[in-house]
């Protein structure tokens, strides 16, 4: 009889998943018997226990618990490494993907842009007309001539987080556009640079108070100081010893380029004219301008 209590005894403690079981059936059954003898014995006496009975049932919970975790501490152990390696590996193989969802929450939480605002990512720029939980779709924009391409961009978002992002939405109605003209120096640009500011402020005109009260909009909205409306000339010289004449315009992006073929045509007719009077005729400022 004893060998016989000795070999249930091994085979009960060599096996956890039985001797769970069994405690956990007793220990419920314990439990049971305790907490309706507590109800008899309140309702015998009408007194309520019910928070007897509560920190009883909390108690036995515990205790349970307890026991498993004690049966079960190696599994448990080695099931916790198994699951933070197994972790490890899926940070490392969807890093990506977190670090897009980690630019989308920084980027809506910020502020940075919405729908329709002209932005530049890294190297890309763009109008912005979707923003998702991984992808930011762009519809390019070549900033140089202020015209869409055509093309559109699917950016991932963990850009956002790791490139630095500009938003270009004032560009977007007017630009502070500047191009250079580049000649030899066989003609001093000095002596036509008057006549070449006024033809300028001529192309200017018609917008120039919608202009103004854009640039002092944007001055006030970013609180620094932007050149414009009236437009600027610079002369310079590069490293050939030409003669370069850098024009600055603030006007409708739309106009952008339309404006500096207009300016460009003036210049290279004061130059042929500067260069070769008897060949060339000078070019003339509007009748209106002249009478102003």
């Keep these: 009889m004893e060998l016989w209590l000795e070999k249930i005894l091994e085979f009960v403690v060599g096996h956890k998943l039985v001797l769970s079981v069994l405690f956990g059936a007793l220990f419920l059954v314990l439990r049971q018997w305790l907490l309706r003898l507590i109800r008899k014995r309140a309702k015998r006496k009408s007194e309520d226990k019910r928070h007897v009975v509560n920190a009883i049932k909390?108690?036995?919970?515990?205790?349970?618990?307890?026991?498993?975790?004690?049966?079960?501490?190696?599994?448990?152990?080695?099931?916790?490494?198994?699951?933070?390696a197994f972790m490890v590996a899926i940070v490392l193989a969807t890093r990506e993907f977190i670090q897009c969802i980690m630019g989308f929450v920084?980027?809506?939480?910020?502020?940075?842009?919405?729908?329709?605002d002209w932005i530049q990512v890294g190297n890309y720029q763009g109008e912005v007309i979707e923003s998702h939980w991984f992808t930011l779709t762009l519809l390019e924009v070549d900033i140089e001539t202020y015209e869409y391409s055509g093309k559109t961009l699917n950016i991932p978002n963990n850009l956002l987080v790791t490139s630095t992002v500009k938003n270009l939405n004032y560009l977007k109605r007017y630009a502070s556009h500047t191009f250079t003209l580049v000649r030899d120096q066989s003609v001093n640009v000095f002596a036509f640079k008057r006549e070449l500011l006024d033809l300028a402020k001529v192309h200017c005109e018609h917008f120039r108070d919608v202009a103004m009260r854009y640039n002092n909009l944007i001055q006030k909205r970013l609180d620094v100081s932007i050149p414009g409306p009236d437009p600027d000339i610079r002369?310079?010289?590069?490293?050939?010893?030409?003669?370069?004449?850098?024009?600055?315009?603030?006007?409708p992006t739309e106009q952008a380029i339309e404006i500096e073929q207009?300016?460009?045509?003036?210049?290279?007719?004061?130059?042929?004219y500067h260069q070769n009077p008897s060949a060339s005729s000078l070019p003339s400022l509007p009748e209106s301008q002249l009478q102003e």
Aim: aromatic share 12%.
């Design 262 to 272: 207009k300016i460009a045509e003036d210049f290279m007719r004061l130059w042929f």
């Design 235 to 251: 002369v310079t010289t590069n490293h050939l010893g030409d003669t370069e004449v850098r024009i600055k315009i603030f006007c």
């Design 106 to 116: 920084y980027a809506t939480s910020t502020r940075m842009f919405r729908v329709g």
């Design 58 to 84: 909390n108690i036995t919970n515990l205790l349970l618990v307890l026991f498993l975790l004690a049966v079960w501490s190696t599994e448990l152990q080695n099931l916790a490494l198994s699951i933070a």
